[in-house]
């Protein structure tokens, strides 16, 4: 689990110092489960309080051939991370992606590094065309990152998620690479 694999795949890339973006392991279950744990990280995500390090490490141990998983690494402790999931049959040139950035950690280049090297990956290895997410509509901070590398808003769903006791609306944003 070394970080031999760290090197930037996005040619472009200007991590912040001490940044490394790594495939994930079973061994970082702990860690993983703790930063989904932090409020501000769950609060711009679906998950919901308490995952357990047993079910953080269970589904990376199932993870499914379609999905590309990295981890942001610094001082020793992960900040962040980004799953892509690859569509198959018609939709085969789609995939979707969710990530999140520890509470501590924002504003600090994580995320425009973590969606550089999906990007990478997506455009470079998998030939994908359209990659779709979705963010809450109160995730301005997130908007504003999404926009940044090249995703616009297509849609609005109302009440799309029941989060912190009441519905709400997030937007579906897409980056089609021409």
Do not use: C
């Not at 470079?124 to 359209?130: G, S, V």
């Amino acid at each position: 689990m070394g970080d031999s694999q760290s090197i930037p795949i996005n040619t472009n890339a200007r991590w912040p110092q001490g940044l490394n973006i790594r495939a994930r392991y079973a061994a970082d279950a702990a860690d993983i489960a703790a930063l989904h744990n932090l409020p501000g990280y769950r609060f711009g995500t679906l998950r919901t309080p308490y995952h357990t390090q047993e079910e953080i490490r269970k589904g990376i141990e199932s993870q499914a051939g379609n999905f590309t998983s990295l981890v942001a690494v610094m001082d020793g402790l992960i900040i962040g991370d980004i799953g892509m999931t690859r569509f198959a049959g018609r939709r085969s040139h789609v995939a979707n992606f969710g990530m999140g950035v520890h509470d501590d950690y924002r504003a600090r280049g994580i995320g425009s590094a973590l969606i550089g090297e999906i990007l990478a990956i997506a455009d470079n290895w998998y030939n994908i065309k359209r990659l779709e997410l979705s963010v809450y509509t109160d995730n301005e901070a997130a908007i504003r990152l999404y926009r940044k590398a090249g995703f616009e808003v297509e849609g609005t769903h109302r009440d799309y998620a029941f989060r912190d006791g009441q519905y709400v609306a997030a937007h579906t944003m897409a980056r089609i690479r021409s």
